[in-house]
C-alpha cells in the first residue's frame, strides 16, 4: 500500500461518492521511517498511537561530545534547575534547498555541516532502538533584539560516525507564537 493509492481513495471516497471500504478502516494511518515499505505502513485509531509512550527531554549544558557545535548540548530527561545559551544568528546556516517539502529524496543529507553552525542538544547514546510515532514538540523562551526571528527546530539520528540524519523537523516565526495570556502586548 503507498501513499498515492490512499490519496485516491480518499478521494473517491469523497469525491466520486465511491464506497470503497476506508470508512470501515482506522482513522489513521502513518508510516515508519526506515523500516521495510511492507513493514512501514502502521494504522491506528488515534494519534498519537495509543501504545506511544511521550517522553520529556530538556535541554542542558554540556557537552555531549557527539557533535560538534555552537554549543554542544545535552538533552536529558532531567530537568536542569536553570540555564541559557547564547547564540549569534549565522545566515549561512541552511538545511539546503530542498526540503521535504518540495522534493526529493532524501530531501536533507548529512545534516553535520548545518550542526556546526547552530544550537545543539543530544541525547546520551540509546541502549535500544526507538521508534518514533507523533510530533515532538519543542518549548523555548527566547530574547532577541530583532524585530522578528524565524526558529527551526530539527530531530536528528547521529550515527557512531558523527553524521547526523534529519529525521523531522518544526519551524516558527516568533511573531505568530501563541502568546501567554497574562502577559501585556504593546503596540
Request: glycine residues 6%; contains cysteine; hydrophobic residues 30%.
Amino acid at each position: 500500500m503507498d501513499r498515492a493509492t490512499e490519496l485516491l481513495r480518499w478521494y473517491d471516497y469523497w469525491l466520486k461518492d465511491i464506497d470503497n471500504g476506508i470508512m470501515d478502516e482506522p482513522p489513521v494511518l502513518y508510516g515508519v521511517i526506515g523500516l521495510s515499505r511492507n513493514k512501514s505502513i502502521r494504522w491506528s485509531d488515534q494519534w498519537p498511537p495509543a501504545d506511544s509512550h511521550p517522553v520529556d527531554y530538556y535541554f542542558c549544558d554540556g557537552p555531549s561530545k557527539s557533535v560538534d557545535s555552537v554549543n554542544d548540548g545535552l538533552l536529558s530527561t532531567i530537568a536542569p534547575k536553570s540555564g541559557t545559551d547564547r547564540y549569534k544568528v549565522d545566515y549561512t546556516t541552511t538545511s539546503g534547498s530542498k526540503t521535504r517539502w518540495t522534493g526529493g529524496t532524501p530531501a536533507y543529507p548529512d545534516m553535520t555541516t548545518n550542526d556546526r553552525k547552530a544550537l545543539t542538544y543530544t541525547t546520551a547514546v540509546l541502549a535500544n532502538d526507538v521508534e518514533i510515532a507523533g510530533h515532538p514538540v519543542v518549548h523555548m523562551w527566547i530574547e532577541c533584539t530583532a524585530d522578528d526571528v524565524d526558529l527551526f527546530a530539527y530531530l536528528e539520528e547521529v550515527e557512531p560516525d558523527g553524521r547526523s540524519t534529519y529525521i523531522t523537523d518544526g519551524c516558527l516565526r516568533a511573531s505568530n507564537r501563541r502568546l501567554n495570556p497574562t502577559s501585556a502586548v504593546r503596540g
